[in-house]
């Protein structure tokens, strides 16, 4: 292609060919809590495209959405360790467990329509005071609801396949992990080549990414197009013929295309979606993406998993002094019943009053992202406000899914398709 083509070439030249699916190759990345609801993956899978929900907190999910009472449950049997830091007897009921998620999965599948597929992000990371028994329920509730593929995230996931090798639905489930490296990609292949059930995509997510980041302080040295560039290598070596997808900091269908181009089979986005109808935000919180500057975006230590995780300065989860709400939801709990938090609430001071001060340097996780306080973002979030209008009192006209879908599907030169206005703009109102 010389380079006018280049400019013109578009996602929709290219199809991914899942199985028998036929799919337009974008994906919408899991976003948990329930930021990538049921609505936005539907929206995809409508599209023909494959769409994310999450299983982040899924009991808590499934109460607020499904009117069940898990957390409720769960609470009040532990109700005992509420006022201390031991949460070692802290333990989610499997059954529950596999229900909320089974709840979560068929009401979304059982409202699936069109070309697409709908898959959900599973995290290792999410260790629930019991890693491989917790993570066998989520999965397995999964595949018993009926969920087309599950994407295995936030961890190496080295043992997480072996957890559900006996389930009627494991080697007809799509099955995919997320990767930051070339080394982790070996990692994951070497367990899967032993069950023989090799994965049927893999996302490779780089540095700019929203959520948690598979690297370290130094992030900043890596880029997903020199990742991609080494795993699509890796894979041609070795004669594996496993489905690409690059995701992180991808934002407009140009930059998509190019991806494809190189060899993807498809990307994973995101941000772009926040700031739309069907995302899960509450809606002043769209608005508090949208404003985003570059200069509101940490990258930070925050997250008790370990992870850095990029979030935008303005976030109301820093600097709390939140009581740790491990009885209630702990999904971070480790099987020792530990968590960075329940550390560094412990070791904070209180004021002359007997009141905590803020604790520094960790968040509770499970709480802040229940409440939605935790604004983790791509790290282009702040050309979020390109892709809109501003209406005359200062907020961002939100978008819909479908609108930022089919901008990725058709836009090129890197144009990005601003929505029809809301709004008359604002010299012809002041002429009537
Ligand atoms: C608000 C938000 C929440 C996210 N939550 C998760 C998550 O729970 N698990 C996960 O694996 N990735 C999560 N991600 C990462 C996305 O799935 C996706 O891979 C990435 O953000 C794509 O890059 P982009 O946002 O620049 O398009 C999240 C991203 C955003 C923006």
Redesign the pocket.
């Known amino acids: 292609m010389d380079a006018r083509d280049l400019s013109e070439d578009k996602v929709d030249n290219y199809r991914w060919q899942l199985g028998r699916l036929e799919l337009v190759p974008i994906v919408i990345?899991?976003?948990?809590?329930d930021?990538?609801t049921s609505e936005l993956a539907l929206t995809a899978c409508r599209l023909g495209g494959v769409g994310?929900i999450?299983d982040?907190m899924v009991q808590h999910v499934s109460d607020r959405k499904y009117d069940t009472h898990f957390t409720k449950a769960k609470s009040e049997k532990h109700r005992g360790t509420r006022d201390g830091i031991d949460k070692t007897t802290v333990k989610f009921d499997l059954e529950h467990l596999r229900q909320a998620q089974l709840n979560h999965v068929r009401h979304t599948m059982d409202r699936k329509q069109g070309p697409g597929a709908i898959f959900i992000?599973v995290?290792e990371k999410l260790t629930m005071g019991a890693p491989g028994d917790t993570l066998r329920a989520r999965l397995a509730g999964a595949m018993d609801g009926g969920i087309d593929g599950i994407?295995l995230?936030?961890g190496l996931h080295i043992g997480s396949l072996k957890l559900v090798e006996d389930h009627p639905r494991f080697r007809d489930v799509k099955i995919g992990p997320?990767v930051s490296s070339v080394r982790a990609l070996k990692i994951f292949l070497k367990g899967a080549a032993r069950l023989k059930r090799m994965p049927d995509y893999v996302?490779v997510?780089g540095p700019?990414?929203?959520?948690?980041l598979g690297f370290g302080d130094d992030w900043r040295d890596y880029d997903l197009r020199s990742i991609v560039a080494e795993i699509l290598a890796f894979l041609r070596e070795e004669k594996l013929d496993i489905p690409v997808l690059p995701?992180?900091?991808?934002?407009t269908g140009t930059d998509a295309a190019s991806y494809l181009r190189m060899g993807a089979a498809a990307v994973?986005?995101?941000?772009?979606f926040?700031i739309t109808e069907e995302c899960g935000?509450p809606a002043r919180v769209k608005q508090d993406y949208a404003r985003a500057r570059e200069e509101d975006l940490v990258v930070s230590g925050v997250s008790p998993t370990g992870y850095p995780i990029r979030l935008l300065s303005y976030s109301p989860c820093f600097d709390s002094n939140i009581k740790p709400q491990c009885e209630a939801f702990g999904y971070l709990l480790s099987r020792e019943g530990t968590c960075a938090y329940l550390d560094a609430y412990d070791a904070t001071p209180v004021d002359e009053k007997g009141h905590k001060l803020p604790v520094q340097g960790k968040v509770c996780l499970c709480y802040h992202f229940s409440k939605f306080n935790c604004y983790?973002?791509?790290?282009?979030?702040y050309r979020l406000k390109d892709t809109t209008h501003r209406l005359a009192d200062g907020r961002y006209q939100i978008l819909t899914a479908t609108h930022v879908f089919r901008d990725y599907q058709f836009s090129t030169g890197n144009h990005v398709a601003l929505p029809a206005p809301l709004e008359a703009p604002a010299a012809a109102t002041a002429d009537q």
């Open positions: 990345g899991g976003m948990g809590v930021i990538s994310h999450s982040a992000n995290m994407t995230s936030a997320i996302i997510e700019l990414a929203g959520g948690h995701a992180g900091g991808i934002f994973q986005v995101a941000t772009r926040t935000l983790t973002c791509g790290h282009y979030v």
